[in-house]
């Protein structure tokens, strides 16, 4: 089975992060950057399947310069190969453009299954899936806690917030998983040492057949107008209570619009 990983580098969460002032984008060049953690599991996934039914691992990664990263990192974990879209123009592509893209990439490498991460801490949109089936006209199965393999069928456990619904599809599909599906395993100092022999391809707009004019800022669906730091926690109002603490609770919650 040929299975293709999403792998996206994103400022880590557990550490200050701010936007450009230039152009409102993610500041990426001064934040500590990771491999999205979704995706962490989704490597995991794709790794037990092929010591179940063997087959080749990819990474497939869109991003800047850094990201390569991120690629050795993952390919630590025990993948055999990765691609990186690597562009310039790239800068500043909305959702819709980096599914054209990944799109364009993935028809390339001829995937019997997508696995990615449910969501990414930077975006928490979600939407990545369900946009690059309805481009590779395949199925999407979202929010996994389980995948289940059977030749060229596929059935997933999709988490919900009251349990779960069982979805099957055949293959090719992309699945998305949650951080129920498994415990992502560490590198060895053997697979750190072997990533950095394995084969990582990079590719660009032109390889992919895609015009810099279709991605990138000028090209977004979408932009951030402007923003600003969150202000300062102010000190708590405090009620005392003589007898009309009712009141003056109710009167505070309607003065906030909560009631």
Known sequence: ?????????????????SLRTDDNTVDRGSASNVINEM????IEEALRIQEAHGGEVT?????PEGASESIRKALSMGPDRAVHVLDDALHGSCALATSKVLAAALGTLGADLVLCGAESTDGRVQVMPHMLA???????????????VEGGSLTIERQTE????????????????????????YPSFKGI???KKKPVRTLSLADLGVAPDEVGAGGASSAVVEHSKRPPRSGGQKVNDEGEGGVKLVEFLASEKFV
Not at 134 to 148: F, M, P, Q, S
């Open 1 to 17: 089975m040929n299975i293709v990983v999403l792998v996206k580098q994103v400022p880590d969460s557990s550490a200050e992060r």
């Open 39 to 42: 995706d962490e599991y989704a």
């Open 59 to 63: 990474i497939l990664t869109m991003g």
């Open 134 to 148: 309805e481009r590779l006209g395949i199925a999407a199965l979202t929010g996994a806690r389980k995948l289940t």
């Open 162 to 185: 009251e349990g779960y619904e069982v979805v099957a599809a055949s293959t090719p599909a992309i699945v998305s998983v949650w951080d129920t599906i498994n415990e992502p395993r």
């Open 193 to 195: 040492m072997a990533a």
